[in-house]
């Protein structure tokens, strides 16, 4: 709701009626903001953190109270005087009328207008329609997570259908996310190692999951999203899905047939898998890097034919030099002997550029941060982890004089 100009009382009334349908349901549910994202530990974007035990007794209590609320609606069902009623509908006005005023399970807390004002600027700072929804995806991606892995979940069920999955998959290819496609439209996503993200709902089209919410009173709710009343060459997603979609008016068998294909898709070597090195994944997506390749490649041939096509601009070398003990980072770092590594800023402190994040990211994801006009708009978690690596790198870089290379470690221990 914030990144699409809602107001606090548009969103807080969009909230009371999700928790009333989320309640009627009988399942524990949890309503977060997008503003926690700025909020959230740099662990999340590690693939190895551990899932906290869940109390055996908190389970067993949730399924007793299911239990006894579906025996509550089915005792409604069979009585002479509802007789005549949808039983979907007795067993949600049996559940509507156990509400109480208690607080949520979430700890769901008012609006932060501080952190709403730092996420609309974040936004902001995105040029084109594209980047804006690759990043919304990649930020919600990160909030679930946590939240699964706070709460002691290991899988995350997610609710993309058939017709949503092959317009993904047409629009991953036009994005460059080519090499991660059997991640992002696959049954099982395992890029974030102790987090399982599924997709049971993938077998369906939208026409068939619609049809059956018509069927059985299932109820919904309409959430305006980025891409609400936008013409169709807005955003590269918004063309794949009108050119899917009037394709398939045509032509039936056509998202079967893209759904199909994505089925084929595999990974190579668990590049994907939770065993991958964290130095080797997005920093954002979390999926394999894709331009660590030879110079002879279409990647390497993009960059250079990038590089030449921008205005170069002569500068003196005195331009860029720092002197010592002068750090260009925001805070005051006198200690930090800035300036001594080739006139560089060395200091651990300094906040990361653009041009530093590149080489943390994927190619997909690369577009998205060269489409935004500064990267320190980015939530903290996401600066801190680009810190942690980029030092690593850097000390790594220090010591590979004194390191064997991996060819011959491998050989010593065959030898030993």
């Known amino acids: 709701g914030c990144v699409t100009g809602q107001s606090a009382e548009e969103r807080q009334r969009t909230s009371t009626q999700l928790e009333l349908i989320f309640r009627a349901t009988g399942y524990p549910f949890f309503i977060v903001h997008l503003e926690q994202v700025f909020c959230l530990p740099g662990a999340v974007l590690e693939a190895t953190c551990s899932v906290p035990v869940r109390s055996e007794g908190d389970y067993k209590a949730a399924v007793n109270r299911f239990i006894e609320s579906s025996r509550a609606a089915s005792s409604n069902t069979t009585s002479g005087e509802d007789q005549d009623q949808d039983p979907s509908v007795l067993k949600t006005?049996?559940?509507?009328?156990?509400?109480?005023?208690?607080?949520?399970p979430s700890g769901l807390l008012p609006f932060d207008r501080q952190l709403t004002g730092v996420l609309q600027k974040l936004f902001d700072a995105v040029k084109t329609l594209t980047a804006k929804e690759d990043l919304l995806h990649t930020l919600r991606?990160?909030?679930?997570?946590?939240?699964?892995?706070?709460?002691?979940?290991?899988?995350?069920?997610?609710?993309?259908?058939c017709s949503r999955l092959a317009v993904k998959l047409l629009s991953?290819?036009?994005?460059?996310?080519?090499?991660?496609?059997?991640?992002?439209?696959?049954?099982?996503d395992l890029r974030y190692g102790d987090i399982g993200i599924v997709r049971p709902m993938r077998d369906y089209s939208s026409k068939e999951i619609a049809f059956y919410?018509?069927?059985?009173?299932?109820p919904s709710l309409f959430i305006p999203g980025l891409d609400t009343k936008t013409p169709d060459k807005a955003s590269i997603q918004r063309l794949t899905e009108s050119f899917v979609t009037r394709l398939q008016a045509d032509f039936p068998s056509t998202v079967s047939t893209i759904y199909r294909t994505s089925?084929?898709?595999?990974?190579?070597?668990?590049?994907?898998?939770a065993d991958a090195e964290p130095a080797g994944k997005c920093l954002l997506c979390m999926c394999a890097l894709d331009t660590k390749l030879e110079e002879a490649s279409a990647f390497h041939a993009t960059l250079v034919s990038e590089k030449l096509s921008q205005k170069q601009i002569t500068k003196s070398p005195?331009?860029?030099w720092v002197p010592d003990g002068q750090c260009c980072s925001r805070i005051d770092a006198q200690n930090h002997n800035c300036g001594s590594s080739g006139g560089r800023c060395s200091s651990s402190d300094r906040t990361p550029t653009s041009t530093d994040l590149k080489s943390l990211l994927c190619y997909s994801c690369r577009l998205t941060i060269q489409d935004m006009s500064a990267a320190e708009f980015l939530p903290p978690y996401i600066m801190a982890e680009a810190e942690r690596r980029m030092r690593r790198s850097q000390m790594e870089e220090e010591i590979a004089a004194f390191l064997l290379p991996e060819d011959d470690a491998e050989d010593r221990e065959e030898v030993s």
């Open 93 to 104: 006005q049996c559940l509507l009328s156990q509400l109480d005023t208690q607080d949520l």
């Open 213 to 218: 919410n018509r069927m059985f009173g299932v």
């Open 263 to 273: 089925e084929k898709l595999q990974t190579s070597g668990g590049t994907h898998s």
């Open 172 to 188: 991953s290819i036009c994005q460059g996310r080519g090499a991660s496609l059997a991640a992002d439209t696959g049954f099982c």
């Open 318 to 320: 005195a331009a860029d």
């Open 141 to 161: 991606q990160h909030l679930i997570v946590h939240t699964a892995r706070t709460h002691g979940y290991s899988k995350v069920m997610m609710g993309d259908s």
